[in-house]
């Protein structure tokens, strides 16, 4: 489904991202785990359309994409969760997620919104209130639920249970399982890597800007020098 | 108290236009950083389209929605040919080439049209006044006071009911999220010109009708009274623009009749003191708001 090759993203003269090549399948869970500043978030933003690269290639759906605005990779299925949530605090928990809805028709935006409402009971509480009332844990679920508005086909999350009190990274992982389990296409940044080792199909390391290594979570797991080199505990 | 009620009505007509004016240079603001001191060159263009029609022998029914036309194709002209070139660069860029736009505009008319005042007749009922118990009120007053609270009534409901209105709000919030959201950067800051466009095209009627002159310069006032206000208001706050527009008003008007008269001509002076005043104790306007990363 997303194939990227050399991807090379620069920031003046630094590169935070070099050469880095990644692939996720349709339906494959897909974990990039890495230590802070190791280029996870510029992948992500790179692959969302918000930074563009130097150099490389990325193919969506045989597409070639390299480049494109994020309001044209959306249109075709590719949906970010930013880092920090970045929720309109301003706007209601319903305007958020209806500007979530905004590439969908009105009447399947309306029955999202019903859809949303019964998954995220936390939400339909909140439905009328500022979004930047919401507790962290509420407005990641918000981020979450606001992303998959767009009927995505590809979702990526930038550190979804970062700075979240224990008992609400629970609940993030435990939604980031559900989304599995109904199919869904998903490549996730976690700093949380022995959580994300176990449910992800594969994942990739990423240190100082580059892919480290590859391979299925009970593989990296089981590579006790780079575990404890790049993910340490 | 008799003349006290009659200032306040005369501020809050003069202060409709500047709400108004303030309320466009907010929305520009918002999506894209940009301070627009070529504001005002939207009703320097429509003041010599309202020239040309009314000596070509229109009536002023005709160039009332003639004025807002031109103000949102002019609006969106100028973004399209200056704006849109300089998307995404830093704050003091987009102020510069404001300027230029303002410039080039007055120029333009200064060159090809004439350097001279071009006056045209102003409709009768302009001057008119009724009479309330003690007061005298101007009908245009009244209309404008009229005509104003209509246009905010419903750009807050385009603004708080129509997904256009709502994707404005979140590019305003936070761009690039806007933009992860599938938000179309350039139907958005389109968008917001073209707002921008007619509530300046409506404000233009009112002060082409009062004026009952343009000259290439004309867009001096206007926009100085627009980004005040906004300023006064708290630059990117769509309520404290409106705010800050009935502020400056009721300023302007107050402090002109109250100050002695060898002092009156000094009224802009006195503003101007006040807004330094007002920006001292509290330099980010009266409605703070936060701002996000902007395109």
Known sequence: MLEVSGLTTRYGEISALRNASLLVGAGEVVGLIGPNGAGKTTLLNTLAGLLEPSEGVVIFDGEDVTGSSPERLLRMGLALVPEHRRIFGDLTVEENLRIGGIIVSTRRRQSLLEEMAEQFPVLRQKWTTAAGFLSGGEAQQLAIARALMSEPRLLMMDEPSLGLAPVMVDVVFELISSLRDRGRTLLVVEQNATRMLDLADRAYVMRSGAVVAEGTGADLRADDQLFDTFLGN | ?295
């Open chain 2, 1 to 295: 108290m008799a003349e006290l009620l009659q200032n306040l009505i005369d501020g809050l007509g003069r202060g409709s236009i500047y709400a108004l004016l303030a309320l466009g240079v907010a929305v520009i603001f918002g999506v894209m950083h940009l301070l627009n001191f070529a504001h005002g060159e939207l009703i320097t263009v429509s003041g010599y389209a309202t020239f040309w029609a009314l000596s070509a022998g229109w009536s002023w029914y005709l160039v009332v929605p003639l004025i807002v036309a031109v103000s949102v194709v002019t609006s969106l002209v100028i973004e399209r040919l200056a704006f849109s070139r300089v998307r995404g660069a830093d704050d003091f860029t987009l102020l510069l080439t404001s300027f230029g736009v303002h410039f080039v505009v007055s120029a333009i008319f200064l060159l090809y049209v004439s350097p001279s005042v071009k006056t045209f007749s102003r409709p009768g009922w302009v001057t008119n006044t009724y009479a309330v118990g003690f007061l005298r009120i101007e009908v245009f007053d009244t209309v404008v006071i009229g005509v104003t609270v209509l246009a905010l009534v419903a750009t807050s409901l385009l603004l708080q009911r129509t997904m256009f209105g709502l994707a404005l709000r979140a590019a305003a919030a936070d761009f690039d999220t806007a933009r992860l959201m599938g938000v179309r950067s350039d139907s958005v800051i389109r968008g917001a010109f073209a707002l921008s466009g007619v509530l300046a095209g409506i404000a233009g009627i009112f002060w082409l009708m009062r004026a009952g002159n343009t000259v290439p310069t004309a867009g001096i006032n206007p926009m100085l009274k627009g980004v005040l206000a906004a300023l006064i208001g708290g630059l990117g706050s769509l309520r404290g623009a409106v705010l800050g527009g009935f502020v400056l008003g009721l300023a302007e008007v107050l402090l002109r009749s109250r100050l002695p008269d060898s002092l009156a001509s000094l009224t802009e002076g006195v503003v101007f003191l006040l807004i330094a005043l007002l920006f001292i104790f509290r330099p980010q306007g009266l409605i703070a708001v936060a701002h996000a990363e902007r395109v």
